[in-house]
């Protein structure tokens, strides 16, 4: 007789199946073992198991959980004053000139306490598990000094110590250009390579690391310079790339084998086809796109045409996409940049853990896989696509542990 852990009985689940169409199994169970799940199948068969522990759904909905392959969701301060200054007509450009945007987060990551934004932080991360995720990645990227952007980093290995969430650490350290460098952006690369993300290597927290490659940040060849910083260190790489203008940043980071390139309304399709190769993840983020009114839509029916797996994700951050819920996203996804619905879910779960390297172990119903799913109060993935409910959620499941926050 087959033993289990635990098994989640009379369910719906939803699989996946290779050519990325959602199949929901009717009359079923779900069995883990070790905190890995172990076995699906129907429930006429469930009496030649023996299981420890069981739980009924009652006929509700099991899904792969969700993950949020992109945020920002550690800072310090708050930029709603900027956004209500622009719906009153001040332009960006304005608002940084007068210590506002990026400026200001850095500003306000530098100064306020660990305590302080952990706190904040953590009520950001609250939203996104109650919304189905249990996989996140969180970049630095506000700090842009060592001492800073450790910070964020102990911030973030503090709040996956005490929520039942998987935390991606990535280091952004090349974000933006700080004030002391505001004249010497290359001094800047030289103090990232040189010191800090040496120095952020040693503590064991990070996995990839990410660079914004655009005119209002860094040059090709500077973000090259970092990447090579960080394959020496044997890290993983992944870019922001193409969100205002094509500079050739993603060609160079698919020679370097980057988990994905993030935005990219700007990409071509000789861009997208060296992607398909590399198997780099197109990761969009629709909040974005939404919060700055931009009218330059990613290049959709390219990323099709030569199969690039399109990951979704909020890219949480407090001044272009101050939205806590990949549940939204998922239905901008659909209305904005006419994604199908099984192409929005494989965005938030099997894509998604591409685009974090975790396509091994997390993002599927797979046997093998770790036991992250949720059980919804839906029908179908469907619902989750069509409307934003945000009570949907029955609860999640984390490692095999069930998830109230």
């Not at 996203?329 to 904005?336: E, G, L, Q, R, T």
């Not at 046997?367 to 069509?386: E, M, N, Y």
Request: aromatic share 8%.
């Amino acid at each position: 007789m087959e033993k289990f852990d635990k098994v989640w009985v009379n369910a719906r689940i939803a699989i996946v199946d290779d050519n990325g169409e959602i199949i929901v199994h009717e009359n079923s169970f779900l069995a883990i073992k070790n905190k890995k799940i172990a076995k699906i199948d129907k429930m006429e068969n469930f009496e030649h198991l023996s299981v420890n522990k069981i739980y009924d759904v009652e006929n509700r909905l099991i899904t792969s959980s969700l993950i949020d392959c992109h945020t920002h969701l550690i800072f310090g301060g708050n930029r709603a004053n900027e956004f209500e200054k622009r719906l009153n007509g001040i332009s960006y450009a304005q608002i940084a000139k007068d210590g506002g945007g990026i400026a200001s987060s850095i500003k306000n990551t530098r100064e306020e306490s660990f305590d302080s934004i952990y706190k904040n932080s953590a009520k950001r991360l609250e939203a996104l598990i109650k919304d189905g995720v249990t996989t996140i990645e969180i970049k630095t990227g506000y700090g842009l000094d060592t001492q800073s952007e450790i910070k964020m980093l102990k911030i973030a290995q503090k709040l996956e110590m005490n929520y039942p969430i998987h935390i991606e650490k990535t280091f952004l350290g090349a974000h933006a250009v700080p004030l002391e460098y505001k004249n010497d952006s290359d001094s800047y690369i030289d103090y990232i390579c040189d010191e800090m993300l040496p120095e952020v290597h040693k503590l064991g927290l990070i996995t990839c690391v990410d660079a914004y490659c655009e005119h209002l940040a860094f040059t090709v060849e500077q973000t090259k310079r970092v990447f090579e910083k960080a394959k020496s260190l044997g890290l993983n790489v992944k870019l922001h790339a193409e969100q205002f203008s094509s500079m050739g940043a993603s060609d160079m980071a698919c020679d370097f084998n980057a988990l994905s390139v993030d935005h990219l309304e700007y990409t071509g399709e000789k861009t997208i086809e060296k992607m398909a190769k590399s198997g780099t993840v197109a990761v969009l983020l629709p909040g974005a796109y939404y919060f700055l009114r931009e009218t330059k839509m990613p290049p959709i029916e390219l990323f099709r045409k030569y199969n690039v797996p399109i990951a979704i994700a909020t890219d949480l951050n407090p001044g272009t996409s101050a939205l806590c819920s990949l549940q939204l996203m998922m239905n901008m996804s659909a209305v904005i940049f006419g994604l199908s619905v099984n192409e929005t879910f494989n965005a938030v779960t099997k894509n998604a853990s591409k685009a974090l390297g975790l396509q091994e172990s997390k993002g599927s119903l797979d046997i093998g896989f770790d036991a992250d799913f949720c059980v919804w109060d839906i029908s179908h993935p469907r619902d989750l696509v069509c409307s934003y409910l945000p009570t949907s959620l029955h609860y999640s499941v984390y490692m095999g542990e069930q998830v109230y926050v």
